[in-house]
Each structure stands twice: as C-alpha cells, then as structure tokens.
C-alpha cells in the first residue's frame, strides 16, 4: 500500500464563473512549496446530564474550510494570486511581453476551484469557492522568496479520482516557472532608492466576511470583503533622520517593492500612501543600531487608491 509524500503532491487551480461550482476545464498547474487548505469539522460535546458519569455521543459542527498556501513569487503563476487578492486585471501589450496592472479597492473578488492531489493513495481533494484572504511576503538579505497566501474556501469534496489533473495524454496547462530571488529586489521611497533597508514585509489583507447563513450541509454562502488592510514592516539601520522625521511629521510616502528579472521579467508593488510610525531607537550593544517601522497605508487621494501591482511577463490573459 503507497504513502502519501508530499514530493509528489499536486495542485492545480481555475476560476469559477459560479461561486461554489468548479469548473468543467481551464485548470492551471500551480507550483506550491505547503499547503495547509483543507476542512474540518470539530465534535461538540453533549451537555446533557441525568446518563451517568459517562458522557453521552458528541454532535458535528459546522464544517470549516481554509488554510494557507506557499508559493514562489514568480514571473508568471504569481499573477493568479495577484488575480485572487485584487480582481481581473487591466492588460496592456499587442505582443509579448504583457504588463498586467492589478488595482486595490476592488468590491468583488473572483472565486477559485483548487485541487490538491496525493496519486499515490490516491486521494484529490477539491476546495470550491476559495477566496483570497490574504497575502504576504518578505523581503531579506538572502533565502528562497516566497509568499504565503490564505484563503477561505466554502468546502471540500473529496474522491479516488482527479477533476483537474484529467489524463496523463492531456494534463491541465503548466507554466514556466520563472522565480524572482531576493537579490532581485529593490525598495524605493517617493521614486529613490531606500537604503539601509535589513529587512522588509508586506501583508495585504481583503478582511473577509463570512457568510454563515443556516445550511443542511453546513458550508458558508460565501466570503464578501470589507475594508482592504495593507500593512508591514521595514527594518533599517540607522544612518539617517529621513524616516523619523517623516514620522514625527505624520506624512505620507510612496513606497515601492520591485523585482527584475535578467531576462525582463518583473513585478513591481507600489503602496502609494505610507505612513510612518514614531520607533524606538534603541541602542542595544556595540553593534550597528536598527530602527523597526511597522507601517500602514492608506488610499492615496490623486491616485484613488491604495495600491497597484504590476506584473509583467509573456501571458497574455490572466
């Protein structure tokens, strides 16, 4: 009998027209380095008194459905992400390559049908109705760059065969991967390089509502999004007053997160009202010292938004 192994897992997504129905076709192999998505159902224990000492059958609850998935940042099967998080995207280029422009403030968000799949057992699970919660990265020095993106799925159907792999003779449509690292990024601020920078981290989140309405088969009619949060953190050291001072005056910059590829490839994340808070400066030892900004942002008012995202590479529709 096989064991499951996570080096051959699989998973494959697509967009729903209907929320909660996965499509027939059109499922995209996505690369993923974890998933944790999945459903389940915790047991309620029973309250009743009066039968001893010994409890009595607990009850299901409702069933819960989501999870988190890890994925590279990448030239192309990042945009399907990007897609989930912000909505369709405004495409530009008779010819390769592409620039897909998504924008924030979006009041629907596309819906997704993933499956995961284990042959060897063999198990394929298919989460319908998944919507983007949230995504988040980091910047650093060195390490593998890859973006954690949750997400709140209306339920799980599981089965011995696949809906999205189909047969070996005609496999859903795979991409070239094209991973961005992090000595391919760079932090700008009002259009300049910011230096100094140790570390940095995005979080942009679409607060999801669930809608937990009354159901035989316990699942939520669906995730609607409410106020939009970009959130994160730059860690610096400290060479210069230019950030405190920002702060101290309660302003707002333009930060950008950008990544070029040699080959032209790129992916830029412009946040176009930053705001600062007041650090601590401390001094910790002989070592440099390092101011910790745990910033926000807000909608920019010329731009009328918060933030755009800007990918380019050789598809032509996401």
Avoid at 221 to 231: K, M, N, R
Avoid at 236 to 246: K, N, W
Avoid at 286 to 305: E, H, I, L
């Amino acid at each position: 009998m096989a064991r499951a192994q996570g080096a051959r897992a699989l998973m494959a997504l697509a967009f729903e027209t209907t929320y909660g129905t996965p499509p027939a076709s059109g499922f995209t192999r996505m690369p993923f380095a974890s998933t944790s998505l999945g459903a389940e159902q915790p047991l309620l224990n029973s309250e009743l008194l009066g039968y001893g000492r010994d409890p009595l059958a607990p009850i299901k609850d409702a069933v819960t459905a989501d999870g988190d998935v890890v994925v590279p940042l990448d030239a192309e099967a990042f945009g399907f992400w990007l897609k989930a998080a912000f909505g369709t995207p405004t495409t530009t280029g008779a010819v390769a390559p592409y620039s897909h422009e998504f924008q924030s403030g979006s009041w629907t968000l596309p819906s997704l049908s993933i499956e995961t799949g284990m042959p060897e057992v063999p198990r394929y699970a298919m989460y319908s109705g998944c919507v983007l919660d949230q995504i988040t990265w980091q910047m650093q020095h060195s390490g593998l760059l890859t973006a954690t993106a949750r997400l709140v799925a209306q339920g799980e159907a599981v089965g011995t065969t696949t809906s999205a792999f189909g047969e070996p003779a005609s496999p859903p449509a795979a991409l070239e991967l094209k991973r961005f690292g992090h000595f391919n990024g760079a932090i700008t601020r009002n259009g300049t390089a910011l230096g100094n920078v140790v570390s940095a981290e995005i979080t942009y989140a679409n607060n999801l509502d669930r809608i937990e309405t009354i159901r035989s088969d316990g699942r939520i009619d669906g995730a609607d999004p409410s106020i939009a949060a970009l959130t994160g953190r730059i860690e610096v050291r400290f060479a210069d007053q230019t950030l405190v001072t920002q702060a101290i005056n309660g302003e707002a910059c333009e930060m950008e997160f950008a990544y070029v590829l040699p080959s032209g490839e790129s992916f830029a994340f412009t946040v176009h009202a930053v705001y600062l808070p007041r650090p601590r400066i401390e001094i910790s030892g002989p070592q440099g010292v390092q101011a910790t900004f745990d910033w926000q942002a807000a909608r920019d008012s010329v731009v009328g938004r918060m933030c755009t995202a800007t990918l380019i590479n050789d598809i032509e529709v996401y």
